[in-house]
C-alpha cells in the first residue's frame, strides 16, 4: 500500500492576514488504493506523537510518502518504506514520481466542510468526524448509511454509559 501523510493546523489568522496562529495541528494520511483516510488531532507535531499515530494506522512494510521533515526519517528503522519531496524544489520527485497531491487534496476537502464563522472549539472532532463521514459515503448512500454506522459504534445491548 502507499500512504501520503502530512500535517495540516486548522485555525484562524490573527487580524485575517498572514500565516495562520491560533488552531489544532491535525496529523492525517489517506491510501492510494483504498482512498482511506485517517485524521488526528495532536497536541504536538513531534516524532513519538507521529510514529505512535502512523503505527497506529498505517501497517507495515507500506510505502509512506512524506514531505521532507526530520519527525519522519525513523520511518525505514520502523519498518516502512519512504519516499520524500522536497517542495521547496518541485511537487513530484524526478526521480521516484513521488508526490503529496492526494494528501494535499484531502486536507482542501477536509476544510472546505469545516465552517469558517462561528466554529467552536469543543465541537472541532465532530467538524473532522462529519468531513471523513462525508467523503466515506456519496451523498445517495449516507442516510441509509449513517445508522449502520452509529450501530457499529454504539451497541445497544452494550450501552457506553448507565441508563438513568
Known amino acids: 500500500m502507499i ?9 484562524k489568522r490573527k487580524y485575517n492576514v498572514g500565516r495562520i496562529v491560533e488552531g489544532q495541528w491535525i496529523f492525517g494520511g489517506i491510501c492510494r488504493e483504498t482512498k482511506s483516510t485517517f485524521l488526528v488531532p495532536v497536541e504536538k507535531l513531534d516524532k513519538d506523537t ?14 509512506i510518502i512524506f514531505d521532507r ?32 497531491n492526494t494528501v494535499e487534496r484531502l486536507w482542501r476537502e477536509v476544510k472546505l466542510k469545516v465552517p469558517l464563522f462561528g466554529r467552536r472549539k469543543q465541537h472541532f472532532l465532530g467538524y473532522l468526524a462529519r468531513s471523513m463521514f ?13 445508522p449502520l454506522e452509529v450501530a457499529a459504534l454504539y451497541n445497544p445491548l452494550h450501552p457506553p454509559h448507565p441508563q438513568p
Request: net charge negative; with cysteine; hydrophobic share 35%.
Open 50 to 63: 507521529l510514529l505512535q499515530i502512523i503505527k497506529d494506522k498505517i501497517e507495515p512494510d507500506s510505502i
Open 69 to 100: 521533515w526530520k519527525a519522519y526519517n525513523c520511518l525505514q528503522d520502523e519498518g516502512y518504506q519512504h519516499l520524500t519531496v522536497n517542495h521547496s524544489v518541485n511537487f513530484v520527485d524526478p526521480t521516484t514520481l513521488a508526490h503529496t
Open 3 to 11: 500512504v501520503e501523510i502530512n500535517e495540516s493546523k486548522f485555525g
Open 134 to 146: 462525508v467523503m466515506a459515503f456519496e451523498e445517495d448512500k449516507r442516510f441509509q448509511q449513517f
